[in-house]
């Protein structure tokens, strides 16, 4: 079984700075993409940003430029280094990895339990 473990989150105030980690564990043959995304109340989840096994990566508008997603293949994890917080960026973070079990076999995606991030005005 696999499992993705997120920390970092907390309160920050606008214009602060918080870094989430996403630490994949358990037994799989490679994880491709990863990503983060996020939910806030009463709206659906959106993608905050996605990073391949090759480091690229792909952001949402509202995020470009003042997020960064970087991995660490040999820890199997995804970072989110989030800078410039608004108050419109309170949600709940997921990080998600899509995962191979064996060669040739169709990759799964696998969801974190998600990390509160709320940045106050």
């Known amino acids: 079984q696999v499992q993705l473990v997120e920390s970092g989150g907390g309160l920050v105030q606008a214009g602060g700075s918080l870094r989430l980690s996403c630490a994949a564990s358990g037994s799989f043959f490679s994880i491709n993409a990863m990503g983060w995304y996020r939910q806030a109340p009463g709206k659906q989840r959106e993608l905050v940003a996605t990073i391949t096994s090759g480091a690229s990566t792909n952001y949402a508008d509202s995020v470009k430029g003042r997020f960064t997603i970087s991995r660490d293949n040999a820890k199997n994890t995804v970072y989110l280094q989030m800078s410039s917080l608004k108050p419109e960026d309170t949600a709940v973070y997921y990080c998600?990895?899509?995962?191979?079990?064996?060669?040739?076999?169709?990759?799964?995606?696998?969801w974190g339990q998600g990390t509160q991030v709320t940045v106050s005005s």
């Open positions: 998600n990895a899509d995962i191979t079990h064996y060669p040739t076999y169709p990759q799964i995606k696998y």
